[in-house]
């Protein structure tokens, strides 16, 4: 600290006054000059000691100088006796102020001690980016004494990918003057995670003088932090397997998308194995399974695609496991099992599989099978895999593993009673549809019947074609609504009413209103009204005219020989009164009559044929109507084109079709083949 300089001559007038004396003591020097000393004393009596100095010609103790402002500034003054080239005697006085020197040692020693014993690690960096002083907690972080610190860059002292990343966040710092706050980074030696945040130290004319940096084990907070992230992505997965298999009715397609929604979320590779039983038929076991029990692959999940892969997860594929195995302990006692060790990894499967060989290969150290069961009954496995660089499963993740696993199982029973539900329903409704069609002279019939796709139940469509009196024939088709057994018995009901009213040559519109009739009373619960969409046809080939009544079903359509083109055809819409489903009750029915040309095709079709989710039904008519105008070889062929238009790999409803070509009889010939 600068002293103030003040020179008096021997009466104690002021006669030099510095610019430090004018901070000290806020008097100009224009003020102070001239003065006498005694002036500036705040204590009067303290005017002796310039007697004392006189005779002593030198004098250091301490005083009480008045500030300009009125307050006392107590002052370090050593004083001397000079003398000028003339011999003429002097005084030179030189004060430091004793209260402002306190209070900046003072800041200095707290400052001091604060840096020392501060939580933080605190690094002081010069120009040159080399540390200039560090305290002990940061040479506590860095596992390295304070004096290995002094003199070295970071990276010199830290070393590796940390240390680099370090240098070159402090050089950024310093070239830029940004600070940095909170950045995470790991520890040494990759152990635990340091926040760090480093500024830019500049001097009051902000000049550059280097890098402040201050760092703090944040290992516990990251840890917590990384634990909330692990549970919150872990309720996100079982979420996302509960909502992505919930609404699936297919085995396969079950075990295919839960495979797909644990990787890479939860393992690097995942297989789903089934009962075979369970996957042909839907029925469960009669005896807890065993290594014995037929096993196949369904779903398979991997990061990349590769010839192990293949080998390890190929779906479709038998899956067979020994009676110790880690698999087979699973299967049989219903409870996980993990397999962290390369022991326990080679007694995955049986010895000698190629699927363990494989597993090897694509670096798996970590394997947990997880039994798929409902009620105690075991339904197969999902089985999962850690590799190369992937932590490996401990116990936390097998108990988290079952939550997916009991997820995944209740919609594979789901699914097995629905296919065991459809398989009976189907059974029925292929028993109840009739298995040879009569071909009256002057017609020819084709059919086609289409179950619906896998995810679907099956439905209530039919048809039918009795022969009448006199030569005609009845041509029917319906839909009852809803799907599954009920819908397929409905249908039997109905076909079966159906034939018998036929029989009894009632008109068509009258025929529907007694089945309408029937319907009402077939139906258990008013709520719960059994209701189904029919088109009603007689044909008389005598008389080439047809009679058509409708009851809420899809309009028929009518392929008819084009007179304005050779060999040409036309597609109509039939145009009838739509009617009302049957069941409805107290509406009446109303038929068409109309002549058909000969060899036209009469079209009768369900929605499914159709229908399409997302779509209007016109779009989808418009598609049948475009398939029917095309030139077929025969009737068969014609079937097989319409039925063309129906989207693989999309969920559909039932399809009936039934197409009569309405040749008429030959002149002369009446119905019953003799002659008019």
């Given at each position: 600290?600068?002293?103030?300089?003040?020179?008096?001559d021997?009466?104690?007038?002021?006669?030099?006054?510095?610019?430090?004396?004018?901070?000290?003591?806020?008097?100009?020097?224009?003020?102070?000059?001239?003065?006498g000393?005694?002036?500036?004393?705040?204590?009067?009596g303290?005017?002796?000691?310039?007697?004392?100095?006189l005779?002593?010609?030198?004098?250091?103790?301490?005083?009480?100088?008045?500030?300009?402002?009125?307050?006392?500034?107590?002052?370090?003054?050593?004083?001397s006796?000079?003398?000028?080239?003339?011999?003429?005697?002097?005084?030179?006085?030189?004060l430091?102020?004793?209260s402002?020197?306190?209070?900046?040692?003072?800041d200095?020693a707290?400052?001091?001690?604060?840096?020392?014993?501060?939580?933080?690690?605190?690094?002081?960096?010069?120009?040159d980016?080399?540390?200039?002083?560090?305290?002990?907690?940061?040479?506590?972080?860095?596992?390295h004494?304070?004096e290995?610190h002094?003199?070295?860059?970071?990276?010199e002292v830290?070393?590796?990918?940390?240390?680099?990343?370090?240098?070159?966040l402090?050089?950024?710092?310093l070239?830029?003057?940004?600070?940095?706050?909170?950045?995470?980074?790991?520890?040494?030696?990759?152990?635990g995670?340091?926040?760090?945040?480093?500024?830019?130290?500049?001097d009051?004319?902000?000049?550059v003088?280097?890098?402040?940096?201050?760092?703090?084990?944040?290992?516990?907070?990251?840890?917590?932090?990384?634990?909330?992230?692990?549970?919150?992505e872990?309720?996100s997965?079982?979420?996302?397997v509960?909502?992505?298999?919930?609404?699936?009715?297919?085995?396969?397609?079950i075990?295919?998308?839960?495979?797909?929604?644990v990787?890479?979320?939860?393992?690097?590779?995942?297989?789903?194995?089934v009962?075979?039983?369970?996957?042909?038929?839907?029925?469960?076991?009669?005896?807890?399974p065993?290594?014995?029990?037929?096993?196949v692959?369904?779903?398979?999940?991997?990061?990349?695609?590769?010839?192990?892969?293949?080998?390890?997860?190929?779906a479709?594929?038998?899956?067979?496991?020994?009676?110790?195995?880690?698999?087979?302990?699973?299967?049989?006692?219903?409870?996980?099992?993990?397999?962290?060790t390369a022991?326990?990894?080679?007694?995955?499967?049986?010895?000698?599989?190629?699927?363990?060989?494989?597993?090897?290969?694509l670096?798996?150290?970590?394997?947990?099978?997880l039994?798929?069961?409902?009620?105690?009954?075991?339904?197969?496995?999902?089985?999962?895999?850690?590799?190369?660089s992937?932590?490996?499963?401990n116990?936390?993740?097998?108990?988290?593993?079952?939550?997916?696993?009991?997820?995944?199982?209740?919609?594979?029973?789901n699914?097995?009673l629905y296919?065991?539900?459809?398989?009976g329903a189907?059974?029925?409704?292929?028993?109840?549809?009739?298995?040879?069609?009569?071909?009256?002279?002057?017609?020819?019939?084709?059919?086609?019947?289409?179950?619906?796709?896998?995810?679907?139940?099956?439905?209530?469509d039919?048809?039918d074609?009795?022969?009448?009196?006199?030569?005609?024939?009845?041509?029917v088709?319906?839909?009852?609504?809803?799907?599954?057994?009920?819908?397929?018995?409905?249908?039997?009901?109905?076909?079966?009413?159906?034939?018998?009213l036929?029989g009894?040559?009632?008109?068509?519109?009258?025929?529907?209103?007694?089945?309408?009739?029937?319907a009402?009373?077939?139906?258990?619960?008013?709520?719960?009204?059994?209701m189904?969409?029919?088109v009603?046809a007689?044909?008389?080939?005598?008389?080439s005219?047809?009679?058509?009544?409708?009851?809420?079903?899809?309009?028929?359509?009518?392929?008819?020989?084009?007179p304005?083109?050779?060999?040409?055809?036309r597609?109509?819409?039939l145009e009838?009164?739509?009617g009302?489903?049957l069941?409805?009750?107290?509406?009446?029915?109303?038929?068409?009559?109309?002549?058909?040309?000969?060899?036209?095709v009469?079209?009768?079709?369900?929605?499914?044929?159709?229908?399409?989710?997302?779509?209007?039904?016109?779009?989808?008519?418009?598609?049948?109507?475009?398939?029917?105008a095309?030139?077929?070889?025969s009737?068969?062929?014609?079937?097989?084109?319409?039925?063309?238009?129906?989207?693989?790999?999309?969920?559909?409803?039932?399809?009936?079709?039934?197409l009569?070509?309405?040749?008429?009889?030959?002149?002369?010939?009446?119905?019953?083949?003799?002659?008019?």
């Amino acid at each position: 600290m600068n002293a103030a300089v003040i020179i008096l001559d021997t009466t104690g007038q002021v006669r030099l006054w510095s610019h430090q004396a004018e901070d000290m003591l806020g008097w100009t020097g224009d003020h102070a000059v001239g003065l006498g000393f005694d002036r500036l004393m705040h204590v009067r009596g303290d005017a002796d000691l310039l007697a004392e100095l006189l005779d002593t010609e030198s004098w250091t103790g301490h005083l009480s100088l008045h500030h300009r402002d009125g307050y006392p500034v107590q002052v370090r003054a050593e004083v001397s006796l000079l003398a000028d080239g003339d011999g003429r005697p002097y005084v030179h006085a030189s004060l430091s102020d004793v209260s402002r020197q306190h209070t900046e040692w003072r800041d200095l020693a707290t400052l001091e001690s604060l840096f020392d014993s501060s939580p933080l690690g605190v690094a002081i960096l010069g120009s040159d980016l080399r540390h200039i002083k560090v305290n002990k907690t940061l040479a506590l972080l860095d596992h390295h004494p304070v004096e290995k610190h002094l003199g070295r860059t970071v990276d010199e002292v830290v070393g590796g990918r940390v240390g680099e990343a370090l240098a070159e966040l402090q050089r950024n710092v310093l070239r830029t003057g940004r600070p940095v706050v909170d950045v995470i980074m790991p520890g040494p030696d990759g152990e635990g995670f340091r926040s760090v945040s480093c500024s830019r130290l500049e001097d009051e004319d902000h000049r550059v003088l280097g890098v402040g940096c201050t760092v703090m084990d944040v290992s516990e907070r990251y840890e917590v932090a990384a634990q909330k992230e692990i549970v919150r992505e872990r309720l996100s997965l079982l979420n996302d397997v509960g909502t992505r298999v919930a609404d699936l009715l297919d085995i396969p397609r079950i075990a295919e998308r839960l495979a797909d929604t644990v990787v890479p979320r939860f393992s690097d590779y995942a297989g789903v194995i089934v009962l075979e039983e369970i996957a042909a038929a839907g029925e469960l076991p009669r005896q807890p399974p065993t290594h014995r029990t037929p096993l196949v692959q369904l779903g398979a999940a991997y990061k990349q695609h590769s010839p192990p892969v293949e080998r390890l997860l190929r779906a479709g594929q038998s899956f067979t496991v020994s009676e110790r195995s880690v698999t087979g302990t699973a299967l049989h006692t219903g409870l996980p099992q993990l397999a962290n060790t390369a022991e326990r990894l080679l007694a995955a499967t049986y010895p000698g599989d190629p699927r363990t060989k494989a597993a090897l290969e694509l670096g798996v150290h970590s394997m947990m099978a997880l039994p798929l069961r409902v009620g105690g009954i075991v339904l197969g496995l999902l089985v999962v895999y850690r590799a190369e660089s992937s932590a490996p499963f401990n116990d936390d993740d097998m108990a988290f593993a079952m939550k997916l696993a009991g997820r995944a199982s209740t919609s594979l029973d789901n699914a097995r009673l629905y296919a065991r539900e459809r398989a009976g329903a189907l059974m029925l409704q292929r028993a109840l549809l009739p298995h040879h069609i009569p071909e009256p002279p002057g017609v020819r019939i084709a059919f086609r019947y289409v179950p619906g796709s896998t995810g679907t139940e099956a439905g209530g469509d039919w048809f039918d074609v009795t022969q009448l009196t006199g030569g005609r024939v009845a041509l029917v088709i319906g839909d009852v609504t809803g799907h599954g057994l009920r819908a397929a018995a409905t249908m039997g009901l109905l076909r079966t009413a159906v034939r018998t009213l036929s029989g009894l040559d009632l008109p068509p519109a009258e025929l529907l209103q007694r089945i309408d009739d029937i319907a009402v009373e077939l139906a258990h619960d008013p709520d719960e009204a059994l209701m189904a969409t029919c088109v009603y046809a007689v044909y008389d080939a005598s008389l080439s005219r047809c009679t058509i009544a409708r009851a809420g079903h899809v309009p028929p359509l009518i392929v008819e020989p084009d007179p304005a083109s050779e060999g040409g055809r036309r597609v109509r819409l039939l145009e009838l009164p739509p009617g009302v489903p049957l069941g409805v009750g107290g509406v009446k029915f109303e038929a068409v009559e109309f002549d058909v040309p000969d060899e036209s095709v009469l079209v009768l079709y369900t929605d499914g044929l159709i229908e399409t989710r997302g779509e209007d039904i016109s779009e989808g008519l418009d598609r049948l109507r475009a398939r029917l105008a095309q030139p077929y070889d025969s009737l068969q062929a014609t079937c097989d084109g319409v039925l063309g238009i129906l989207e693989p790999g999309t969920e559909r409803d039932d399809v009936a079709l039934l197409l009569a070509q309405l040749s008429g009889l030959p002149g002369g010939l009446a119905a019953d083949g003799a002659a008019r």
